[in-house]
């Protein structure tokens, strides 16, 4: 049976509706892990930069080197590339749960630079203060380099979100699931435009919304 057969709704209920909870799932998930890697990285650059709080010339230089090397790759050729990583984490390369690992890979060193930038953007005399009141260093990121940034983060992290929900798309072409393969698969390749375009509206749902809530949060905390 040809998916002619089908009206809309029910195309929607099989097809559309199992794929959006599909994408929702990678890219709330893969969005978590990226931010704590991102954060991670993003601290560790900055306070070992030159004049940082723990400054390594070696240490700055070798991440600085790797967050670029990733960040220079497509996204889809990242995917492809590694494949042999995705099945030694999670034992296939194949579904939603294999696309995590890439789809972290590539976004935390985005969030990585996003978290840099906006710790850079910290007053350097307040950090001078903190440090004149005998604070820690682990007290001085917290407290002070995060606390002051958080509405730059939040506007930084909309962006890559919004980025990643297009990565969300193209790991359907290689088997991930979720709206992009759905488009693919049944729309594109069945020719049925329904679907196809319904995904795209989904697509542009979703960045509005995204979009939305980052900047009314930033506004907020601003």
């Known amino acids: 049976m040809t998916l002619k057969n089908y009206t809309f709704l029910q195309l929607c209920q099989m097809l559309i509706v199992p794929a959006f ?3 929702l ?8 892990l990226s931010t704590i890697f991102g954060f991670i990285f993003g601290v560790i650059l900055v306070v070992t930069e030159k004049g940082g709080l723990c400054e390594n010339i070696v240490v700055n230089r070798i991440l600085d080197f790797l967050v670029n090397t990733i960040r220079s790759f497509p996204f889809i050729i990242l995917l492809i590339s590694i494949i042999p990583f995705t099945r030694l984490i999670v034992g296939t390369s194949i579904g939603e ?9 590539a976004c935390s060193p985005f969030m990585a630079r996003i978290f840099q930038n906006s710790f850079k953007e910290v007053d350097p005399a307040l950090i001078e203060a903190a440090q004149s009141f005998g ?15 958080v509405p730059s983060i939040i506007s930084g992290l909309c962006l890559a979100i919004i980025n990643l929900l297009g990565c969300t798309a193209m790991a359907g072409a290689v088997g991930a699931g979720g709206l992009g393969a ?7 390749q069945n020719f049925n435009q329904e679907i ?12 509005a919304i995204i979009q939305y809530f980052g900047d009314w949060i930033y506004k907020k905390l601003k």
């Open 25 to 32: 799932k990678m890219l709330v998930i893969s969005g978590i």
């Open 97 to 105: 749960t294999a696309a995590l690992v890439p789809l972290t890979v």
């Open 135 to 149: 604070a820690s260093k682990v007290q001085i990121i917290v407290k002070v380099m995060l606390k002051e940034s």
């Open 182 to 188: 759905t488009a693919l698969t049944y729309g594109y």
């Open 21 to 23: 909870f599909a994408t």
């Open 196 to 207: 196809m375009y319904s995904i795209c509206v989904i697509l542009i749902i979703l960045v």
